[in-house]
């Protein structure tokens, strides 16, 4: 609703003596307003807390109260309404103290029609200006959250797509590699388990869940014949073959939204010693997201059918990763790790390998919320 006009303007005038409040209305009623009459503080404030009141003029001295007195309430109880005293008290220190208290402004009697008529206009047209000011901002309030949340949403949507994306680049890599078939996905949940149980932040997981599952990513520049090779490498062999990391860290880097998962890809065959590669990173050199998936592929690789053994035991695994913990492995993630019981492992397991015999199309969001 917009401001009033002089005609709708509804003011009340508050003086203890009833001819000075019959003139002030009479000029006012005649300069178009609704007038409001109240004799005393008190009265006044029942006015307002029945009726909206657009305007307040009152008197400075009077026998009930004074009117800086209501003047104090009114700020306190209706602080969007303007209020102009009025007195016969020719003291400039009692004007600028009416100021200081919130009056709008200050007439001294006897005044001229025009006078107060100008002044009622100013004070009208300042609380327009307030009601003006106060729907622009809650307007502005409005259409910044609703562009927040469209922002919001297509910022969802988006990284839905990547994950898509993400997730078709995993399925070419199993269709490369046979022996990486579905360790990926087992491995991305573990990862995801564990960096849960290290209190490590949502958004944080996401980039290590990415990390985790195309941490093989840069298998896919390896030649076939060592990639596939059915024998042991030779030593110019695994230096290729070590290469994935650096190859995957360049297929990934170069993308913004995967730059911080790319750093994951890099350093996931560091050792905590330092004995791992392509850098010997060492302790916390390396990201936390990289330490966490050690300790799951390694969960996985252990757990696992290998054409050159069988899976082994969850008991197994934790074994060798206990007698690794400060060498190969960050002793603070094996922590947390072995306090973890078989159960959930055999859990994800299950359910991972359940979603893609029946889901081929792994998805990132359905491991996040296993």
Not at 71 to 94: G, K, T
Not at 227 to 254: A, F, V, W
Not at 321 to 335: A, Y
């Amino acid at each position: 609703m917009g401001a009033k006009t002089a005609a709708q303007a509804r003011i009340l005038v508050v003086d203890d003596e009833a001819p000075v409040r019959s003139m002030i209305g009479a000029t006012l009623e005649h300069g178009g307003y609704e007038v409001v009459l109240a004799a005393s503080g008190s009265q006044a404030i029942e006015v307002m807390s029945g009726i909206a009141i657009d305007l307040v003029l009152t008197d400075i001295v009077m026998q009930d109260g004074n009117g800086i007195a209501l003047l104090e309430r009114i700020r306190a109880q209706f602080p969007q309404v303007p209020v102009v005293m009025v007195s016969a008290i020719h003291d400039i220190s009692v004007a600028i103290d009416s100021m200081r208290r919130g009056a709008f402004d200050y007439l001294l009697k006897p005044f001229e029609r025009e006078h107060l008529i100008a002044t009622v206009k100013r004070a009208l047209d300042h609380r327009k200006a307030l009601r003006d000011d106060q729907s622009y901002q809650q307007n502005l309030e409005q259409i910044v959250r609703a562009r927040t949340e469209m922002l919001r949403q297509a910022m969802e949507d988006l990284e839905h797509s990547y994950d898509v994306t993400l997730e078709a680049l995993g399925d070419a890599l199993d269709l490369k590699d046979s022996e990486t078939e579905g360790h990926s996905k087992r491995v991305t949940a573990y990862t995801i388990a564990l960096a849960r149980a290290m209190g490590i932040a949502p958004a944080e997981i996401r980039i290590i869940a990415r990390g985790a599952f195309l941490h093989d990513i840069g298998k896919m520049a390896i030649p076939d014949e060592i990639l596939r090779k059915p024998g042991k490498l030779t030593p110019e062999e695994q230096e290729i073959m070590r290469d994935h990391c650096s190859r995957g860290y360049n297929i990934l880097r170069k993308i913004p939204f995967l730059r911080e998962a790319a750093a994951i890809v890099y350093t996931h065959q560091e050792h905590f010693d330092g004995s791992g590669y392509p850098s010997g990173l060492k302790g916390t050199e390396i990201p936390i997201g990289a330490r966490i998936f050690a300790v799951a592929d390694t969960l996985d690789a252990i757990t696992s059918d290998r054409p050159y053994r069988g899976a082994r035991s969850f008991d197994a695994a934790r074994a060798e990763i206990l007698r690794c913990s400060g060498t190969q492995f960050d002793p603070s993630v094996v922590e947390v790790f072995l306090k973890i019981p078989d159960d959930l492992w055999n859990e994800l397991r299950s359910e991972i390998n359940t979603q893609t015999r029946d889901f081929p199309g792994f998805s990132l969001d359905a491991a996040s919320s296993l």
